[in-house]
């Protein structure tokens, strides 16, 4: 007795620390779960995330399952960070690898088929080696340049020497050609001979690694056997005529011989499995090696080819130059952003006439897979953006097909400490949330400064709306309260009703706020709560939907506190959380709403 009256009661709390601006803050939800829903964003360092990985691992292992899987989440709710999700799963190799492998056929429904070769990949060749490969193909187009630059210049200087000297000196035009071509068959033979050196190589390293590592070979098995498992089912949809049961499997696992093939030996792994020497006798007394050459091949024939017909892949169409094939409306939204370019090239004509369709409403385009300040940041390359301007429109439309966001207004930070990517994301997340919302806050926005001001946002298209807010008065700091006492001040002047005040205010922000309270450990939603309170709106206090955009310690509330939400990401998918969705909010309620769909359900944990 004596000890429950002597505790105080706030050993659980949070700890407080101070923005780096000097404002109150959490450093912590005091649920590493929520921590790690909250905090972890596309810049997140990868030792910061499995560090809050592994908390939430021990505090509720498939809880933090079913985060990761919402990491990648390109459907649903899902935040679309293909590399955050890379990171964790070498995470989980390393500390539960039997969960990972027996969860392959859900990640590739979170993600795509291709993630799962991909992990494979990174496991034998380092988590850096994507931006290796980056770096090295840079600096060889960079060599390209550079040496077409110095040729020309060298061209021009040729062109001022004396040509009698030239011509005297000069060897015999078949002797230069023959020349040319002796050296052009020697750089060839040995290009051949260091690819196949390097294929060997790879080969090896795969063989060696299968071999030595238990796990790495129970993952690679099951890889190949979801692979298998899938692509058999197609083949019997495409007997069928089933069609449209047909997965991606075909898409995305790799061709034969292909670099990705090459690397993970995934083929001959597949394709024993498709066609299992069991269920087909013409393989038996097939010595090894001929049998996965017969195999490989009748994959390719039988599974890879056809499939990849019926699925219309932009692809298959393009790598023949079959550019008038294509079919325009069955482009992905990823491949339509990296394509578009080529498509006007060599197919120019006819993929004006779709964008115009699309436009009058006869044809369609999609936008689902693409995040919206991907969408903003492609206005500016060669099609001028019309392409952008379609996807976004798309993207709108589908998300209002979902529901509508009543009263709820967006407030956009974009002051210094969000300078780059995340700055870019505010700006396109506050004119989504804009454009979702119900009159009277349909096409405003709050700006962050020392005296924020409500924005009409004006414009006709996503070109002229994104110049009308980058125009906007913005001011530097992020005087959080500030906003909120702004509310209150037209609220009081106009004599609203409880019912009459903004509802929910989306917040995209970094969440370092600067110092505006007078009490030194206040954070910024105490001092909020504090002074609607006083205003005699205590009970009208908005909902706020805190939106993390940058990696920081920074926390605004604790895992407890009713009436706000945090979430965090690039991605739009959260957002339908929020339409037509009234009554209370938690962090917590809505971090486990995030992750209750049916597909969460096939999450398990091994190990």
């Known amino acids: ?71 990648r989440g390109v459907r649903g709710t899902g935040k679309s960070d293909k590399e955050g999700f890379h990171a964790v799963a070498r995470w ?50 960079g060599t390209k340049i550079g040496r077409r630059f110095r040729c020309h210049n060298k061209s021009r200087r040729k062109k001022g020497r004396n040509s009698s000297r030239a011509a005297t000196t000069s060897v015999p035009k078949e002797v230069r050609v023959a020349n040319s071509a002796a050296r052009d068959r020697e750089l060839k033979q040995k290009a051949s001979e260091m690819r196949n050196e390097k294929r060997i190589a790879m080969s090896m390293k795969l063989l060696e690694r299968y ?48 670099s990705f093939d090459l690397a993970t030996l995934l083929c001959e792994s597949i394709a024993k499995r498709v066609f299992p020497r069991d269920r087909f006798p013409e393989y038996e007394g097939l010595e090894e090696a001929h049998y996965a050459y017969r195999v490989r091949d009748r994959l390719r024939k039988d599974a890879l080819v056809p499939l990849r017909r019926v699925l219309e892949l932009p692809e298959v169409y393009m790598s023949a130059g079959r550019w008038g094939d294509v079919p325009y409306n069955r482009v992905p939204s990823v491949a339509m952003k990296l394509h578009k370019n080529k498509f006007m090239k060599h197919d120019g004509e006819r993929f004006q006439s779709y964008l115009a369709d699309v436009k009058s409403g006869k ?28 996807q976004w429109r798309r993207m709108v439309e589908d998300l209002s097909k979902e529901g509508k966001l009543e009263n709820c207004i967006a407030v956009c930070d974009v002051s210094g400490s969000m300078s780059g990517t995340p700055m870019e994301v505010s700006v396109a997340l506050g004119l989504l949330v804009s454009e979702l919302s119900q009159e009277p806050w349909r096409g405003k926005v709050i700006t962050f400064s020392e005296c924020p001001q409500l924005h009409a946002i004006r414009g006709d298209g996503l070109r002229s709306k994104t110049e009308f807010i ?11 309260q500030r906003v909120f006492d702004r509310i209150l001040e037209v609220a009081t002047a106009g004599k609203l009703r409880a019912e009459e005040m903004v509802q929910k205010v989306f917040v995209f922000s970094d969440m370092e706020f600067d110092q505006a309270s007078s ?41 407890k ?26 962090p917590v309620a809505v971090m486990e709403a995030a992750i209750s769909g049916e597909e969460y359900r096939e999450l398990v944990v091994v190990d």
């Not at 506190?561 to 938690?586: E, H, P, T």
């Open 1 to 71: 007795m004596v000890a429950n009256f002597n505790h105080d009661g706030h050993g659980n709390w949070p700890r407080k620390g101070y923005t780096e601006n000097n404002s109150a803050t959490f450093y912590s939800t005091g649920n590493p779960c929520l921590d790690f829903f909250f905090h972890v964003v596309p810049d997140t360092q990868p030792e910061s995330l499995t560090q809050r990985l592994e908390s939430a691992w021990a505090h509720d292992p498939l809880t933090a399952l079913k985060l990761v899987c919402n990491l």
């Open 92 to 141: 989980l190799f390393k500390n539960h690898p039997r969960t990972l492998a027996c969860n392959v056929g859900a990640f590739a429904g979170f993600g795509y088929f291709k993630d799962l070769p991909e992990i494979l990949y990174r496991l034998l060749e380092g988590p850096d080696i994507r931006a290796r490969q980056k770096r090295e193909w840079q600096q060889r187009k």
């Open 211 to 258: 071999k030595r590592d238990g796990d790495f070979r129970f993952l690679h098995d099951a890889v190949s056997g979801h692979f298998a498992h899938c692509l058999t089912a197609d083949m019997e949809f495409l007997k069928s005529g089933e069609t449209n049961k047909i997965s991606l499997a075909a898409k995305w696992c790799p061709s034969l011989d292909s």
């Open 363 to 390: 044809a369609t385009i999609a936008a689902g897979a693409l995040l919206p300040h991907e969408i903003v940041a492609s206005l500016n390359d060669p099609d001028g953006g019309e392409v952008a301007e379609l």
């Open 470 to 480: 980058r125009r906007m008065e913005w001011g530097m700091n992020t005087d959080f």
């Open 519 to 559: 009490n030194p450990w206040e954070t910024d939603y105490e001092a909020i709560a504090r002074k609607f309170r006083e205003r005699g709106y205590g009970a009208a206090v908005p909902q706020i939907v805190f939106w993390n955009l940058r990696d920081s310690r920074s926390t605004p509330v604790g895992a």
């Open 561 to 586: 506190q009713a009436g706000v939400a945090l979430v965090s990401g690039f991605s739009k998918n959260l957002m339908k959380m929020f339409l037509d969705k009234a009554g209370d909010i938690s």
